[in-house]
């Protein structure tokens, strides 16, 4: 008994420890000491140094190179000129960068830096020559739901699937946009993060776009489960899931009770 | 009163002698034959439920706009077909819980196949004298899978529109007759004439039914007339002997409640778990695509085939010989449905039996047969789950590309290794079974000594 | 009057009980001998469970009840989950109910009978021997035999034929028939037209030629422009893409399924090359080759449509496709799309 008990807490302990360790910033976030008492745009000057140049480049100019860091990196990566606080804002919020393999795709993650690092970030990059887009302000409440289907469904549905619920192309995962906000999916959708197509305003003006996010957001976080549980909102492959692992244990199990041996 | 209506009954159709045998008809007691009833009140579910489709869907391509209750809809083009599905979902009460009942039954209904026709596959039963039985069965099953096909794609919206396309492909993937046989079916090249929305609705609402509900007539007819074959499950139960329940009173009942059951759990899924949400997905438009459109569960083992074929067609010159959709959606179902529809008269080949088979055999008494059965499926189901191998990326984090170079090598490979090993289990288990028999046998001569003693 | 009702039924008694009498010797296949009188075995004594039995029943006609009231009045939230809940639980009770019944309140016998007959052979030679005897007397047995067959064979065929008006059999043109032709005007699913500065890079299009339908295979473009240095076109479609600007077929060469995926590198070095993906099997096209096959199962590579840009601008065809579009065929080789 008390060795099942000391074995339950040891696990319990390493669980929350290895939690513990996953909530802390990774190492390699490198941070001035003196934070609070920095500029914004010193801060994140300094902040750009320590954790974007290896790949991005000295003031953004990118690095064409592969350069081994001192951390261990083989830094290399696009400029940063001119892309503007949409695109800095886009990738620090939804932890796509910083990136600890130049090759290695994007994916969401919880973002290492403060607000306030985030902020200085984006306003060093901005300041870069030439000026670049701003963090736009979509406003999805002035879209059209019908409108938004039919320009999703030819934009973005091939590789985001027709309710948002992600999917795969050759190279790449494509993420759902349920953990995406309103200002991210237009973000994404005028950057074009990774391999995705980047739409300007000649493509999708901005009218287009509200749309799109209005749709977007009611099938991704909202979606219309007029039929019950909805079970991925991505179709056949977990209605057979449920056809086999619950109506299918479930029919097993009645033929066993009602089928059973009789006496000899 | 029950003896009167029987009298009245025997007088005006002659059938009292056939209900007094069949109701003392001998049922097996083990579960596994209630399987194939599951399937049968599926079916019954299906039609029951298809009936009150019909009477509200309409069968037709013809253009409308959209002004009914669902807002993302509203004011989209979209076919009669498709707008009238969204009406029964959304403005006829219990309509979507039709929809739904009927679209869980066609899945349960094609499960429930397989699962009985694994239990005959591997006990044996469809040895002489039932092979017949065995053929039309799967001839039922192949029916099946093509009037599910055509029930989803009759709605018209973008993932079954999607696979109809597909299907179009595999049509005139036909070596040198594909092109001609696919104009023909869908009258002109794809999406075809509006015509087609009533071929569709014809053969998934009558023809194929009638087809289904024929061979399952016959089906049932053939068991009954060379009985159902059974467990050794007592000392009694032999190749002249049946053992089992009568059909009344005791079958009917655990019949008829299976039956309630099958449909209480129908229309609980069909209440609680929502199935093909065709608003989600939008009307179809040749167009337009959409990421992860699969087709239902059963017809899984096609798009796994689809996907693991290198890319190439098989040409001569100008002339190309065999497209390649024609491996993975044609010439692979034709080979499995040929594997099983001629295995009952391979596997005489191979045992030398000629006699009739009415008791089952365990799994492990026929290595052979279950170690090819096993290889067999493990084949189709390793192409099966192939199949969503873009999903498995998604929840996994398994790169797409790299999976599917392994299921090509995995789908050769696997089948051979699990061959192998399955019927060395079957010999292991035969051998113990063997010591077991020699342990209770000198138990049983000691014991018969000491009393002697 | 009591009297003669009395008599009547004395009657009915002792008629209806001398034929069960009779049947009981007739009686087949209840196996174990001396049990008496009846047919069936006694079942077991079960009054409480005969309870629950009813109660069972009694439930399902509750249920059976709530679902008329559900759907009667119409205003309950989660309708539709309460009219599959009420519903299954009526058959589910009954169904309950039933087992119950069975496995509890009835008999349940375990009895034996002999399998019918294997073969019936006797029968079986008779039936054939009925069968050839009455053939004695025909001494063409080969010659009608064949004219049958013949007859028969024809027949079917006639029965057949009107089926060739199905669809278009014979008629394989239409599949290599496009609305394309030299001139015509690229246009949006809304039918304005597709200037050439309209179409930047690093995204993609779809585009109908202007008058056409949008659903036939052969309309469907997807438009993408690449720096043209980067191109690598087979030599007779060099002049094929203005200012960098390919158009392709969006139907996809293996099965069909619309083309509606690109990847396009943020950054070239680290990540891979643009793509034209579709979406149901995987097939990969690089626009930079002209559409060729770099992964997926598709045998051919995506037809590409010669582009011009007109006097004003506006994205124009110059003629029909490299090659047949859509799903392969037989003789998708042999010709060029008209």
């Not at chain 3, 119950?100 to 007959?117: C, I, Q």
Request: proline fraction near 7%; include cysteine.
């Amino acid at each position: 008994m008390r060795a099942r008990h000391l074995l339950l807490a040891v696990v319990l302990g390493a669980l929350a420890i290895a939690g513990a360790a996953h909530a802390q910033p990774r190492s390699g976030v490198a941070r001035p000491p003196n934070e609070e008492q920095l500029p914004l745009r010193e801060l994140g000057s300094q902040l750009y140094a320590g954790n974007c140049s290896a790949c991005h480049g000295v003031d953004g100019r990118g690095q064409r190179t592969p350069r081994k860091t001192t951390e261990g990196i083989e830094g290399q990566g696009p400029p940063l000129r001119g892309v503007g606080a949409r695109s800095v804002d886009f990738y620090l919020r939804t932890g796509y960068m910083p990136l600890s393999k130049p090759d290695e795709q994007p994916v969401r993650r919880r973002a290492l830096f403060t607000d306030r690092e985030i902020r200085a970030m984006v306003d060093y990059v901005a300041s870069l020559p030439p000026p670049g887009p701003p963090i736009p302000r979509p406003e999805p409440g002035k879209g059209n739901l019908a409108e938004g289907y039919e320009l999703f469904t030819e934009h973005c549905a091939g590789c985001h699937q027709v309710a948002a619920q992600g999917g795969v192309v050759t190279g790449a995962r494509v993420p759902p946009l349920e953990d995406s906000s309103a200002v991210q999916i237009a973000q994404a959708a005028r950057v074009g993060p990774y391999l995705m197509p980047k739409f300007s305003e000649k493509d999708i003006t901005d009218a287009e776009l509200n749309s799109i996010i209005k749709y977007a957001e009611m099938a991704a976080k909202r979606p219309h489960n007029d039929g019950g549980w909805g079970i991925g909102n991505i179709g056949p492959v977990p209605e057979g899931m449920v056809t086999w692992f619950i109506a299918g244990v479930a029919f097993v199990l009645m033929c066993v009770v009602i089928g059973s041996r009789l006496r000899s | 009163m029950i003896r009167r209506a029987l009298l009245w009954l025997d007088a005006r159709t002659g059938a009292a002698p056939l209900v007094r045998k069949g109701l003392r008809y001998l049922f097996p007691d083990h579960w596994s034959f209630l399987l194939g009833e599951v399937a049968l009140y599926a079916f019954i579910m299906l039609v029951a439920t298809g009936i009150y489709l019909t009477l509200f869907f309409e069968p037709s391509f013809g253009e409308t706009t959209y002004t009914g209750s669902y807002a993302p809809m509203q004011g989209l083009p979209m076919s009669e077909a498709y707008r009238s599905a969204l009406e029964l979902s959304f403005d006829v009460p219990s309509g979507l819980l039709m929809r739904q009942t009927h679209h869980w039954a066609a899945n349960v209904f094609v499960a429930a196949i397989v699962l009985h026709m694994i239990r005959v596959f591997f006990t044996g039963a469809f040895r002489k004298p039932r092979e017949l039985t065995w053929i039309i069965g799967l001839l039922m099953l192949f029916t099946t899978l093509l009037e599910g096909y055509l029930g989803y794609s009759m709605v018209d919206d973008l993932l079954s529109g999607i696979g109809l396309a597909i299907g179009y492909g595999v049509a005139l993937s036909v070596p040198v007759i594909g092109a001609n046989l696919a104009l023909g079916i869908w009258d002109g090249p794809f999406p075809g004439s509006t015509v087609f929305e009533s071929r569709m609705y014809v053969a998934h609402v009558f023809l194929l039914p009638i087809l289904i509900a024929t061979l399952l007539a016959g089906h049932l007819a053939l068991v009954a007339s060379r009985h159902h074959t059974q467990f050794r499950a007592s000392k009694r139960a032999t190749q002249r002997r049946i053992v089992g329940m009568p059909a009344f009173p005791a079958q009917t009942p655990r019949s008829l409640g299976l039956m309630l059951m099958t449909a209480a759990l129908l229309f609980l899924l069909g209440g609680l778990v929502q199935i093909n949400p065709i608003w989600q997905w939008g009307p179809y438009e040749t167009y337009q695509a959409t990421n992860g459109a699969q087709p239902d569960w059963y017809l899984g083992w096609l798009i796994g085939s689809l996907r693991l074929m290198p890319g190439f067609d098989l040409s001569i010159g100008d002339y190309v010989l065999v497209p390649n959709p024609f491996w993975g959606g044609a010439l692979f179902p034709l080979v499995v449905l040929g594997v099983l529809g001629a295995w009952p008269w391979l596997e005489r080949r191979f045992t030398g039996e000629r006699g009739f088979n009415n008791v089952l055999d365990r799994p492990r008494d026929a290595p052979g047969r279950t170690a090819f059965g096993a290889a067999f499926f493990t084949w189709v189901a390793l192409i099966f789950i192939s199949g969503s191998a873009d999903r498995a990326d998604v929840f996994l984090g398994l790169d797409y590309e790299s999976q599917i170079w392994f299921y090509r090598v995995a789908v050769i490979v696997v089948p051979l290794l699990v061959f192998f090993v399955t019927r060395k289990v079957c010999a292991e288990l035969q051998a113990s079974d063997a010591i077991e028999e020699a342990r209770e046998a000198a138990e049983e001569e000691a014991k018969a000594e000491a009393v002697a003693a | 009057m009591r009297r003669l009702w009395q008599g009547l039924l004395a009657v009915l008694t002792l008629g209806l009980g001398r034929r069960r009498e009779r049947r009981r010797d007739e009686g087949e296949g209840d196996s174990g001998g001396g049990r008496g009188h009846d047919l069936v075995e006694p079942g077991p004594r079960n009054p409480g469970t005969e309870l629950g039995v009813a109660a069972l029943f009694l439930l399902a006609a509750a249920s059976a009840v709530a679902f008329i009231v559900v759907y009667s009045l119409e205003r309950f939230p989660a309708q539709h989950e309460l009219f599959g809940v009420t519903l299954a639980a009526a058959f589910g009770f009954l169904g309950a109910g039933l087992i119950v019944l069975a496995r509890r309140v009835l008999p349940s016998e375990e009895l034996e009978e002999d399998y019918p007959e294997e073969e019936h052979v006797e029968a079986g030679i008779e039936a054939a021997t009925i069968v050839e005897e009455s053939g004695r007397s025909i001494t063409r047995k080969r010659l009608l035999t064949a004219a049958g067959g013949t007859a028969g064979g024809a027949i079917g065929l006639a029965a057949l034929t009107p089926a060739l008006s199905l669809g278009p059999w014979f008629h394989t043109e239409p599949l290599r028939r496009t609305p394309w032709r030299a001139g015509r005007r690229l246009v949006d699913r809304e039918g304005k037209p597709y200037r050439a500065e309209e179409i930047e890079r690093e995204t993609f299009y779809t585009a109908f030629p202007e008058g056409a339908s949008h659903r036939t295979l052969g309309s469907m473009l997807v438009v993408v422009r690449l720096d043209p240095a980067r191109l690598r076109l087979p030599r007779e479609r060099a002049d094929w893409a203005p200012e960098g600007i390919l158009a392709f077929s969006k139907v996809c060469t293996h099965a069909g399924c619309a083309v509606g995926l690109y990847r396009k590198p943020t950054y070239p070095p680290t990540q891979p090359p643009p793509g034209l993906v579709c979406p149901c099997h995987y097939s990969t096209f690089d626009p930079a080759l002209g559409g060729e096959v770099v992964f997926g199962p598709a045998g051919r590579p995506l037809p590409q449509l010669p582009l011009a840009i007109d006097g004003a601008g506006e994205l124009r065809a110059c003629g029909n496709f490299s090659n047949a579009i859509g799903p392969a065929w037989w003789g998708v080789n042999l010709e060029k799309p008209s």
